[in-house]
């Protein structure tokens, strides 16, 4: 099962329920992060542009490994990935074969709205694009 993971206490929760399901079915848990600008230094043209983005990136996967060290949970692996999110998780899904995707969705209200406007859906373009079940976790 792979699950993708994002920022925040919304990635957080869709990594709990996800590796709450992958212990009940036995699946060993392949958590995804698709590096977005929230990984990223304000300034591209920073001179530690990369350095910085990388050890943003190494602090997600200290706190992955906090989340889902606290769980008695299943076996479990993760991976950064860069791209397209629909295109990486998809690529992902098909390397590792993977029985399901499970991702978060954007909630409610005009924030989401909003960002919706801004940024395609993930678990839409998944759902469109692939032959795997997708379960989109609400927030």
Known sequence: MLVAYGHGPDGDHVLRVAAGLAA????????????????????????AFDEDTERAVAGLRTHVDAVLGD???????????????????????EEH???????GSRGGGAGAALSRLLEPSVSQGLIRHQHRPVLVVPS
């Open 24 to 47: 009940r079915i036995g699946a060993t848990l392949l958590v995804v992060h698709v590096v977005d600008i929230r990984d990223e230094p304000v300034d591209p043209d920073a001179a």
């Open 71 to 93: 769980l008695d949970g299943p076996q479990w692996t993760q991976t950064v990935l860069r791209g397209d999110p629909v295109r990486a998780l998809s690529a992902a899904a």
């Open 97 to 103: 074969d993977v029985a399901m995707i499970v991702v």
